[in-house]
């Protein structure tokens, strides 16, 4: 006989989650009494009391929505019944905590990583092609496919080669106010810890993002050697073969050096983990992203750093970002990054509601208020140590609010601009997400997911909802497992079955 489970989150809260798959049915009695008057489907909320008309839902101690008419006790609170609440305001929010008891230090723990020339350290050694303008995507891939078959088998220590294939670089207002956050992002993924420090790139010749603008002087390292470009539209060219030629024996020369380097072992502090969450749903604030945060307090402990992002999945918990902030100024960089995206949103005639989709309310999240506040746990305890804005450059160890949009595929590129070497996404509903330029950790919310998704799901988080495992359990094997493969002993599903998802660019400015 299947024993009926709910989860309230906090002794607060007027409601709960229906933990066993498939949900329960009308009829269903809990062991304090609670009977349900409605089917509800798994991961969505039954009312532990009666609601009247007008009061407040609240889960995670936080009031969630409204009632909008009057829900007796046991019934399935379907999104209709649900009034969002307004945005928390960005005035008056509470300041830093200056007596926080700063976490434990946690040493000892290594993995084996490629030492760059500038310091930073990479878990893959890949060869990155980066392109000014979309119009040579088809020529660098064409390229990139045989350097794979032919020259890349030579150079056994190098792990693969990847095209920065993107859609801009012309036909847009390149001097407009926001064209500096895809311009940068570019530069600095081209730089990030897995690419071993060098910069190859393909230009047309007549694109507005011209190679001198990408990569101004001093924007490369001086560690590095000077940018190697290939220009497509240069004479010596003659017919495709020709630029085809050009770019294998740049390739060459560029995979010669990265073949020399080795694995070399490095204090766990080297790490620059981007957590992310996509296709969300009831149980991710309650098994994976509450997982990952105990993780990211691990990481943060042995010397890592560890950005969360996703604006509007966060935007709702402001007030407790700004009490977690390490002070003042990274507070009011916190609201900056807000106030900017809220009149982004207004700009285009919508608000933070449109972050929602179809799947995650069918996972059991009536709103965003609802899904940030499971969001915003994968970030852990620690202390906000930093602020960056889209597409900038991490400089710093801790926890960092790495500002994004909450697309997957915009964010795990702003992640990698900022220089992540490993990726940790949470799934609910489940998506075959990937990224060619680190490893993508994928974590499952639920048993289910993680049952019929055996071979895309590294981490199953579930455990925690059906008390198979507690969420210190599933925190620490996250931590084993970015070790692994980190080191290259482990590869995840992503990688072995080579799945990834194009670059999106971050573009506010006008498209001409």
Not at 147 to 175: F, R, S
Not at 448 to 456: I, P, S, V
Request: glycine share 10%; aromatic share 6%.
């Amino acid at each position: 006989m299947t024993i009926p489970r709910i989860i309230r989150m906090h002794e607060n809260d007027n409601v709960a989650i229906v933990v066993n798959a498939g949900g329960l049915p009308e009829g269903t009695v809990f062991p304090d009494g609670l009977t349900l008057t409605t089917r509800v489907p798994e991961g969505h909320k039954v009312a532990l009391v009666d609601i009247a008309q007008g009061e407040r839902i609240v889960r995670y101690d936080v009031t969630i929505g409204f009632a909008l008419q009057p829900i007796a006790r046991g019934t399935w609170i379907e999104e209709s019944l649900v009034g969002m609440p307004a945005a928390r305001g960005l005035d008056d929010l509470p300041r830093p905590v200056r007596d926080r008891a700063p976490l434990a230090p946690l040493e000892g723990y290594t993995f084996e990583g490629f030492r760059n020339p500038d310091g930073s350290v990479g878990t893959r050694n890949i060869l990155a092609i980066s392109e000014t303008v979309q119009c040579v995507s088809g020529v660098v891939a064409f390229a990139v496919d045989r350097i794979k078959k032919e020259l890349l088998p030579n150079y056994p220590h190098v792990d693969d080669v990847i095209a920065i294939e993107h859609t801009y670089g012309c036909g847009v207002a390149i001097d407009a106010p926001g064209a500096e956050i895809p311009i940068r992002t570019l530069r600095n993924i081209a730089k990030n810890p897995n690419f071993g420090g060098r910069v190859m790139l393909v230009s047309l010749g007549c694109e507005k993002l011209q190679p001198a603008r990408l990569f101004p002087q001093g924007s490369i390292p001086i560690q590095t050697q000077t940018m190697d470009a290939v220009c497509l539209q240069d004479a010596a060219h003659v017919g495709f073969g020709d630029m085809i030629e050009s770019i294998m024996r740049t390739a060459e020369q560029h995979l010669a050096q990265l073949n020399l380097r080795r694995r070399e072992t490095v204090p766990a502090s080297e790490l620059v983990v981007g957590v992310q969450c996509g296709g969300s749903d009831a149980f991710s604030g309650v098994t994976a992203n509450p997982a990952v945060g105990y993780a990211s307090d691990l990481l943060v402990r042995a010397g890592a750093a560890v950005m969360f992002s996703e604006t509007t999945e966060v935007r709702d918990g402001i007030d407790q970002l700004t009490a977690r902030a390490a002070d003042d100024d990274v507070a009011q960089a916190m609201v900056r990054e807000m106030a900017w995206y809220d009149d982004y949103l207004k700009r285009g005639g919508v608000d933070r509601s449109a972050n929602t989709t179809p799947g995650n309310k069918k996972g059991g999240l009536a709103n965003i208020t609802e899904k940030a506040m499971g969001s915003i746990i994968k970030s852990g305890t620690a202390p906000i140590a930093g602020v960056l804005a889209p597409g900038e450059k991490l400089q710093q160890k801790g926890l960092i609010y790495a500002a994004t949009p909450a697309s997957d595929f915009i964010c795990g590129t702003l992640q990698l601009a900022a220089g992540m070497n490993m990726h940790v996404f949470t799934t609910g509903r489940g998506t075959p997400y990937g990224l060619a330029a680190v490893p993508v950790v994928k974590v499952a919310t639920r048993d289910d997911l993680a049952r019929r998704w055996h071979d895309l799901m590294d981490i199953n988080a579930g455990r925690i909802a059906t008390g198979d495992a507690t969420i210190a359990d599933v925190g620490w094997e996250l931590f084993h497992f970015l070790l692994d493969v980190a080191s290259g002993r482990k590869k995840t599903w992503a990688e072995h079955w080579k799945l990834h998802n194009a670059l999106t660019l971050f573009n506010p400015a006008p498209v001409t």
